[in-house]
Every structure is written in structure tokens, then in C-alpha cells.
């Protein structure tokens, strides 16, 4: 586009046109097919789960499914998650520890408890 430039609304235009065609081709790069089936089918296999739990009425009443599909894990991030840890020390380095309260240890920390 850089060697095309003839005036700003012309490059402006340019950039309209190519912008879709860049994206388009991230997605390809990116995208693939067996996380996108195994998602689906954890989400379908969600949704039939609910509606069993429902009854069957539960199938033909499209105002139930709304509930469902908004549910997401946002709910448990607003509300906070209860804290059942008191204390804890995470392993900040080589045989050093920090303590911590009232956290969740991250994934693959080493912690240690202390003693009652």
C-alpha cells in the first residue's frame, strides 16, 4: 500500500479493502478444527445436560435456554470465590517462601501448609 500512495483517502480506502482479507487469513492461521468440534460438543453436551435436569417441557420452552446460555463463569468472578485456604506459603525462589492468605494458589505453584 506504501508504494500506491496517491493521497489519504485513497490509502484509507486501500486499507478498508485489505484489513478483511489480513484478518481472514489470521483466522485460517489460526483456527483449528478439532478445538473448535471438542468446544462445541462440550457446549451441546452442556445444554442437553441442562434440559434432561429440566424434564422434557423443558426442550420447548425457548425462554428456559436464555438462562443457560448466558451462564458463564462471570457470575463466580463478580461474586468472588469462598477462600477455604486461611494461610499458606507459596516457593517464591530456591528454598524461599512467602506466606499468603486468603488465596487461591496459582496452577503448578508449590505451596506448603503450616502445622496445626
Known sequence: MCER???RSQYVLDALR???FVIAS???RTFDIAVFLS???ALYIGLAAASLAGGP???YDHSAFLPIA???PAGLEAEGLPYVIDSWESMTGPATW???QNEMPLQNERVRFAEK
Open 5 to 7: 500512495f496517491e493521497s
Open 18 to 20: 485489505t484489513v478483511p
Open 26 to 28: 489470521q483466522v485460517r
Open 39 to 41: 468446544e462445541a460438543s
Open 57 to 59: 417441557g423443558f426442550l
Open 70 to 72: 448466558l451462564d458463564s
Open 98 to 100: 512467602q506466606k499468603r
